[in-house]
């Protein structure tokens, strides 16, 4: 284990004010790959990019072409994903006071899944739909098992498409879920971040928002953030996490 690890290793133990936030390569350590990720063929079979499909006007304009995307990209991919060393380590960080809360960009509800509680889902998730009409929530399951391609809603014959709770381009976000990730990010004494993260809004401002001295980045492009931290880390997820001795 190098320098790095045991700096990493001896904040961890020292602290119960850890913050964790993850993005796209932390979910992907569970098998959940970046549905926004165009390989060669992508467009021969959706015929839009992903971050064109993923704005609210191409869902209310084009619903077809979107769920077939969200079902294929998102949803199949979703239901063979599963949780992994890295994900139950901050489980078990949480359940030992040390952990305050994880803040995600993620809509795939892995950590959830995997046991941890203070989750703040900044960018939505698809475990939870809503009719984009009558406002009805509905489970992640009224969509998986529809069977039809566009998902109806049945509420006192509605009959408007239910989507997905994810903020989509062009929809503003939660404020006060901003604000509570924000109070988070302030009073943390540890703040380890997820380099795909800091891709999305608003990550890069609650770096920005962190008052203390023990940064951790991890999988960061070199040299780009790299020189604010106290700790940058590169390597597979569960590999980092598994290495380390934790006191919990």
């Not at 006007?57 to 769920?67: D, E």
């Not at 949780?83 to 960080?93: E, F, M, Q, R, Y």
């Not at 049945?154 to 976000?173: F, T």
């Not at 940064?215 to 598994?242: H, K, Q």
Request: with cysteine; net charge negative.
């Amino acid at each position: 284990m190098d320098i790095q690890y045991h700096i990493l290793q001896k904040w961890i133990n020292q602290s119960d004010r850890i913050v964790f936030i993850s993005g796209a390569a932390f979910s992907e350590a569970a098998g959940f790959p970046d549905y926004r990720v165009m390989d060669e063929t992508f467009l021969e079979t959706y015929k839009y990019p992903p971050e064109e499909m993923l704005c609210l006007t191409f869902l209310q304009r084009y619903p077809a072409f979107f769920y077939r995307y969200y079902r294929n990209k998102i949803l199949a991919p979703l239901l063979e994903a599963r949780p992994g060393v890295a994900h139950d380590t901050l489980v078990k960080l949480e359940e030992a006071g040390k952990l305050k809360a994880i803040l995600t960009v993620n809509i795939d509800g892995i950590h959830q899944e995997a046991g941890s509680r203070n989750v703040l889902e900044l960018h939505g998730s698809v475990m939870r739909s809503w009719c984009a009409k009558c406002e009805k929530f509905m489970d992640f399951f009224y969509i998986a098992d529809s069977p039809s391609l566009i998902p109806y809603c049945n509420v006192d014959m509605c009959g408007d498409y239910v989507r997905p709770a994810i903020v989509l381009k062009e929809e503003p976000y939660d404020l006060a879920l901003l604000e509570q990730a924000m109070q988070a990010v302030r009073e943390a004494d540890v703040l380890i971040i997820d380099g795909s993260a800091l891709k999305e809004f608003p990550v890069p401002n609650l770096m920005a928002a962190y008052q203390g001295h023990k940064l951790v980045l991890m999988n960061t492009a070199p040299l780009v953030f790299d020189a604010r931290a106290g700790v940058v880390i590169r390597g597979d997820y569960n590999e980092i996490f598994s290495q380390l001795e934790l006191d919990l």
